[in-house]
T-cell receptor, first 116, second 116 residues
Framework: ETGVTQSPTHLIKTRGQQVTLRCSSQ?????VSWYQQALGQGPQFIFQ???????GRGNFPPRFSGLQFPNYSSELNVNALELDDSALYLC???????????????FGPGTRLTVL | AQKITQTQPGMFVQEKEAVTLDCTYD???????LFWYKQPSSGEMIFLIY??????QNATEGRYSLNFQKARKSANLVISASQLGDSAMYFC?????????????FGSGTQLTVLP
């Protein structure tokens, strides 16, 4: 059983550019959540995809968008990059959105984005 | 709104000693889950332990235990017999029923350093 994978590992972009980050969920998991972790802070929820539909969104502007594919892998797209978008982007997969309070999220290694 | 507070930006502990990392939370829900994650410098979030709000006993996982005091809204992590490999960032997180995504809300983290 493979875990959550993310690509690329590191990325450097300039302000105003667009970026796409990718995440492959753990086998059997149909829910993918994306988090942004700025340096020295805890992760912040961006959005979640469940069975190819957006299932919830945090306090992020529309230039943060995503997709989920039939195999449950996911993309995070960020348009018009700003310097403050520099962060570690974490993807987490889970078996589903229902089932009580406990529904462990398995995190990938993250993509470190630097915006110059 | 849900909130997690970790008041210890950094902690030091001698190898083989026990250490307690503090976490307080705020939620209006009766049903919620509390998580602790370890984040080494590599960036990946590693799940350590979970406590459900209705669990009557404190959770334990090997050297990790969670000191859950519901009335005080605290969920401290206790690491016994610290090892050098325990040096990392530790995050407390909560999931409640707010929001359709049941996403995790993280604290700001505690940097633990284990001294030889």
């Amino acid at each position: 059983e493979t875990g959550v994978t993310q690509s690329p590992t590191h990325l450097i972009k300039t302000r105003g550019q667009q970026v796409t980050l990718r995440c492959s969920s753990q086998s059997g998991h149909n829910t993918v959540s994306w988090y942004q972790q700025a340096l020295g802070q805890g992760p912040q929820f961006i959005f979640q995809y469940y069975r190819e539909e957006e299932n919830g969104r945090g306090n992020f502007p529309p230039r943060f968008s995503g997709l989920q594919f039939p195999n449950y892998s996911s993309e995070l797209n960020v348009n018009a990059l700003e310097l403050d978008d520099s962060a570690l982007y974490l993807c987490a997969s889970s078996p589903g959105t229902s089932g009580g309070s406990y529904n462990e999220q398995f995190f990938g290694p993250g993509t470190r984005l630097t915006v110059l | 709104a849900q909130k997690i507070t970790q008041t210890q930006p950094g902690m030091f502990v001698q190898e083989k000693e026990a250490v307690t990392l503090d976490c307080t939370y705020d939620t209006s829900d009766q049903s919620y889950g509390l998580f602790w994650y370890k984040q080494p410098s590599s960036g990946e979030m590693i799940f350590l332990i979970y406590q459900g709000s209705y669990d009557e006993q404190n959770a334990t996982e090997g050297r990790y235990s969670l000191n859950f005091q519901k009335a005080r809204k605290s969920a401290n992590l206790v690491i016994s017999a610290s090892q050098l490999g325990d040096s990392a960032m530790y995050f407390c997180a909560m999931r409640d029923s707010s929001g359709s995504a049941r996403q995790l809300t993280f604290g700001s983290g505690t940097q633990l350093t284990v001294l030889p």
